[in-house]
């Protein structure tokens, strides 16, 4: 039987640990039960927030309406020739779908080990690292609408995805909940070595022959150096999206920084490392008050021990106006902000 709860800190479901109540809250554990809970008109017409493992999100005030928690687990897989299908439920956790798969050999996930949060957060965002985005291996996810309160099934072209965008952030926004995704990974791997340090440090383990399991090791292994562990500091990993920009705009930055970071994006367009531009400003490893960046990597926010949503918001907005102050480029928040 579905429960509703009234007054819920949402403390240990943010990776922030920033402190936030719930009006109401309902954990899902069943598809089924998302039908059950919009069978009643009192919740078609409530503010809701749908959370997974709470990575990506920045609590500023209390939520005066209704959490609603996706715990709907499950993996499974099916192999067709090269091709191998693995559907995950929306409740899993992301590295224990990688994991899955790696010690498997099914390809395609391995530049994305150890990212935060669920499996079903993981469309919307369209995650990625090392050179590789969620798009690349999804082939399709079922998700509930809750205006009709009827299921169906989305294929990659009907996503819309963009650099950390899709469709669910956009025109569908707070209409569909996504609860399993399908995804297309293969037998014979190939694999991407050319973003970050993974190439160095496959090079300094002496892998000549890196198989998924050595890239997803060394993913790791460089996450895991730059970026903080959000169970032992808050945080919701990176804060900011690279941002994109014209050539035109890229060369007075290049003339004036020639070391800029920087990647070719298609299309005449240049993406700048975010983390990058925060460090010439300064901040990296910055404190101000219960709030910082982190030591090793300035993209992190980080909440050292009491900061509050809106703390770590302004202290953003800082950054975002310092940014923009030397290099003329205005940072996008990459994390949602609710409140």
């Known amino acids: ?37 919009f069978m009643d008109p009192q919740w078609q017409q ?26 709907i687990r499950g993996i499974e897989h099916r192999i067709n020739h090269d091709e191998v299908f693995v559907e995950a439920g929306a409740g899993e956790v992301w590295n224990d779908l990688v994991n899955y798969c790696v ?15 669920s499996v079903g957060a993981s469309p919307i965002q369209n995650i990625g690292a090392y050179g590789v985005e969620l798009k690349d291996v999804f082939h399709t996810c079922r998700a509930f609408e809750i205006s009709t309160t009827k299921f ?14 899709s469709v669910f952030k ?50 790791s292994h460089i996450r895991v150096a730059k970026l903080p562990d959000p169970s032992t500091i808050g945080n919701a990993g990176s804060f900011f999206k690279n941002p994109v920009i014209t050539a035109a705009e890229f060369a007075p930055i290049y003339a004036n920084y020639p070391e800029v970071v920087n990647y070719p994006a298609g299309d005449g367009l240049v993406k700048l490392a975010a983390g990058w531009l925060i460090e010439q400003c300064g901040w990296k490893g910055k404190v101000v008050g219960n709030t910082g960046t982190w030591k090793n ?21 800082q950054i975002i106006d310092s940014v923009y102050s030397k290099f003329g480029v205005k940072l996008q928040r990459e994390v949602n902000i609710i409140g």
């Open 1 to 37: 039987m579905l429960q509703i709860q009234e007054n819920v800190s949402l403390k240990n479901f943010n990776t922030f640990g920033v402190e936030a109540n719930a009006r109401f809250f309902a954990e899902i554990n069943h598809e089924d039960e998302l039908v059950e809970l």
């Open 46 to 71: 409530t503010e809701r927030l749908v959370i997974g493992g709470g990575s990506n999100l920045l609590l500023i005030n209390d939520f005066n309406g209704l959490v609603i928690r996706m715990n």
């Open 103 to 117: 010690q498997r050999n099914y390809a395609g996930l391995e530049n994305l080990s150890l990212i935060p949060g």
């Open 152 to 165: 169906r099934t989305f294929t990659k072209e009907d996503c819309g995805f963009g650099y950390r965008e």
């Open 170 to 219: 956009n025109e569908l926004k707070g209409q569909y909940i996504i609860v399993s995704v399908k995804f297309s990974l293969f037998l014979i791997p190939n694999l991407n070595l050319r973003y970050g340090a993974i190439e160095q440090e496959l090079a300094n383990r002496g892998i000549a022959a890196p198989t998924i399991k050595d890239v997803s090791q060394v993913v």
């Open 297 to 317: 990597q300035a993209l992190v926010l980080v909440n050292h021990g009491g900061a509050t949503g809106a703390e770590v918001y302004n202290f953003s907005s």
